[in-house]
């Protein structure tokens, strides 16, 4: 949307490698496998998440979380690549506490801890 409609996902990711490479940017195109895109244009693809982070509120996290991120002095793109990933463990691990229908984004920031206990396990 921020750079105008597209037909299909396709093109949707193709514009969003134009533009990340254009402006020398890092662009995360969430979707049901959120994307992360690089200056050089490069795209890494996400696996955690689910369909109930599909919420309003739920993008503010993962700002939040990448933001924490490289405020903490981690590279831009290893901060977006490893937000995006917490994010969806997080939404992961909130799902199998709430269900992905009754899951809201504040659940999200709630299992953060669960992630990096996960990670250090």
Not at 9 to 35: P, Y
Not at 39 to 57: E, H, I, L, R, W
Not at 67 to 85: H, M, N, P, R
């Amino acid at each position: 949307r921020l750079f105008g409609k597209t037909s299909n996902s396709f093109e949707r990711l193709e514009l969003a490698r134009e533009k990340a490479h254009e402006l020398q940017i890092f662009i995360v195109l969430k979707d049901h496998h959120t994307a992360v895109i690089t200056p050089a244009k490069d795209v890494f693809y996400n696996v955690t998440g689910n369909s109930g982070m599909a919420k309003g509120g739920s993008g503010d996290v993962l700002t939040g979380i990448i933001t924490a991120l490289i405020s903490q002095k981690y590279d831009i793109e290893k901060a977006c690549i490893f937000g995006v990933w917490i994010h969806g463990k997080a939404g992961d691990f909130a799902s199998e506490t709430f269900s992905k229908e009754a899951m809201l984004p504040t659940d999200l920031i709630g299992k953060i801890g669960d992630v990096f206990k996960y990670l250090s396990s």
